[in-house]
């Protein structure tokens, strides 16, 4: 018994890695484009991270000059100077130490910011393959209530001719096809505007593509894995970090200076016993401090971004459990309408050996015996509807986590 639980819980495992695997796949279903631009931003925001944790590193001035004077006699003096030249903070008071920090956590934010992104467009794209294959099967649907409307006024006529029938009743048959008719021109616009989006994110063919299954995630790893939850998270330790980075900002910052010089001397200063050196040092150190009026309220604007920062983690993780609860919920409704129409599939079923064994016997007619065979076979249409429906509602907490489409 031990054992087949084991394997129960294998195959189930596998399943879930093999669903998850097939909708990895699907992450390759943007364009070539779009792809393109998303790894743009990626190598981008990078780059801009690598630039912000040096951005406390101080340039190496060079400089050269060439001055010309002539106020010395009739005699033009040129000098010129090459001199290299480096001011560079050591200490911020921790300035520097968070700074790479608050570099380090920006990058992290807004890579996941990207990914979420990437996900949602990727959701689009997959939201319209589900979207295509229900309006599909509700064409399919709507084709057989026509072929049921057109059955109806032809028995209606067929009653009103007889006079045992009044007008109103055929007249409202007629109606019934012509809104059925139009529904289905509808259905076949609705169509070609879903291919139309379906091409801006993907130059993949949509019926060449296998829809993936997906399943009904947990509520901690919807939690764990939430992409707008984590960027939150790595948005509120960007904030801290940057509340330690305005507090050194008014602190004291002792720095280095070097100075490399090689120029030429004036020669009006050399003379007999000249110590003038053309190639020469200058070098020190420095400590300072700003006194700024304006301190104290940007002290203050930091913590409360800091506050506000942590804040919005907390309304985030309601907004989470909420989402994840009327998913959870929608399925549970979506679950009972497939129960229903499980249950009148059977009950149609019945009615139609009922209706063929009345044929037989020639108290119906072989037109009745297709409406009972069209009114089943519409059931099992909406039950796999109401099962696309469900992979919509899923694909709304797929979309929202790493590691999944």
């Known amino acids: 018994m031990k054992g087949l639980n084991v394997l129960k819980k294998y195959f189930i495992l596998c399943s879930f890695l093999a669903s998850v695997l097939?909708?990895?796949?699907?992450?390759?279903?943007?364009?070539?484009?779009?792809?393109?631009?998303?790894?743009?931003?990626?190598?981008?925001?990078?780059?801009?991270s690598d630039k912000l944790s040096k951005s406390w590193v101080n340039p190496v001035r060079l400089r050269y000059s060439k001055n010309y004077t002539t106020q010395f006699g009739d005699k033009t003096i040129g000098v010129g100077t090459f001199s290299v030249r480096i001011d560079q903070p050591i200490f911020r008071s921790g300035g520097i130490y968070y700074a790479i920090k608050y570099s380090q956590a920006l990058r992290h934010a807004n890579h996941s910011d990207i990914v979420l992104q990437k996900r949602k467009l990727i959701g689009d794209a997959v939201r319209i393959l589900f979207h295509l294959k229900?309006?599909?099967?509700?064409?399919?649907?709507?084709?057989?209530?026509?072929?049921?409307?057109?059955?109806?006024?032809?028995q209606k006529k067929e009653s009103?001719?007889?006079?045992?029938?009044?007008?109103?009743?055929?007249?409202?048959?007629?109606?019934?096809?012509?809104?059925?008719?139009?529904?289905?021109?509808?259905?076949?616009?609705?169509?070609?505007?879903?291919?139309?989006?379906?091409?801006?994110?993907?130059?993949?063919?949509?019926?060449?593509?296998?829809?993936?299954?997906?399943?009904?995630?947990?509520?901690?790893?919807?939690?764990?894995?939430?992409?707008?939850?984590?960027?939150?998270?790595?948005?509120?330790?960007?904030?801290v970090y940057n509340e330690k980075i305005t507090w050194a900002k008014y602190l004291p910052t002792v720095s280095l200076q070097g100075e490399y010089i090689n120029g030429d001397i004036n020669p009006l200063f050399i003379g007999p016993g000249s110590t003038l050196r053309k190639e020469y040092y200058n070098y020190g150190f420095s400590i300072s401090m700003p006194i700024?009026?304006?301190?104290?309220?940007?002290?203050?604007?930091?913590?409360?971004?800091?506050?506000?920062?942590?804040?919005?983690?907390?309304?985030?993780?309601?907004?989470?459990?909420?989402?994840?609860?009327?998913?959870?919920?929608?399925?549970?409704?979506?679950?009972?309408?497939?129960?229903?129409?499980?249950k009148d599939e059977m009950v149609y079923k019945n009615l139609l050996?009922?209706?063929k064994n009345l044929v037989h016997a020639?108290?119906?007619?072989?037109?009745?015996?297709?409406?009972?065979?069209?009114?089943?076979t519409i059931r099992k249409l909406d039950q796999q509807i109401y099962k696309i429906d469900k992979q919509l509602h899923l694909l709304k907490l797929y979309v929202r986590v790493e590691n999944v489409l």
Do not use: C
Not at 25 to 34: D, F, H, M, W, Y
Not at 134 to 154: A, F, P, S
Not at 319 to 331: A, G, K, R
Not at 362 to 376: C, R, W
């Open 353 to 355: 050996k009922v209706t």
């Open 160 to 239: 009103y001719d007889a006079g045992l029938l009044d007008s109103s009743f055929l007249d409202q048959a007629i109606l019934k096809k012509s809104q059925d008719e139009a529904s289905l021109l509808e259905m076949h616009l609705k169509l070609l505007e879903l291919k139309q989006q379906f091409s801006l994110l993907s130059d993949k063919r949509p019926e060449e593509l296998k829809l993936p299954k997906l399943k009904l995630i947990s509520k901690e790893h919807y939690r764990e894995e939430n992409l707008n939850l984590k960027t939150d998270r790595l948005r509120a330790k960007v904030a």
């Open 292 to 342: 700024d009026v304006n301190a104290f309220a940007d002290i203050e604007e930091s913590k409360v971004e800091k506050l506000r920062a942590a804040t919005q983690v907390l309304d985030r993780k309601e907004t989470v459990d909420e989402e994840y609860q009327w998913i959870f919920n929608s399925l549970h409704i979506l679950d009972k309408k497939i129960a229903l129409a499980k």
């Open 22 to 48: 097939h909708a990895d796949a699907l992450g390759e279903i943007l364009s070539e484009n779009k792809t393109l631009l998303f790894d743009y931003q990626f190598e981008s925001n990078d780059l801009q």
């Open 362 to 376: 020639g108290e119906k007619t072989p037109l009745d015996a297709t409406i009972m065979h069209n009114s089943l």
């Open 134 to 154: 229900k309006t599909k099967l509700e064409q399919e649907k709507m084709r057989l209530l026509i072929q049921n409307d057109t059955i109806d006024i032809h």
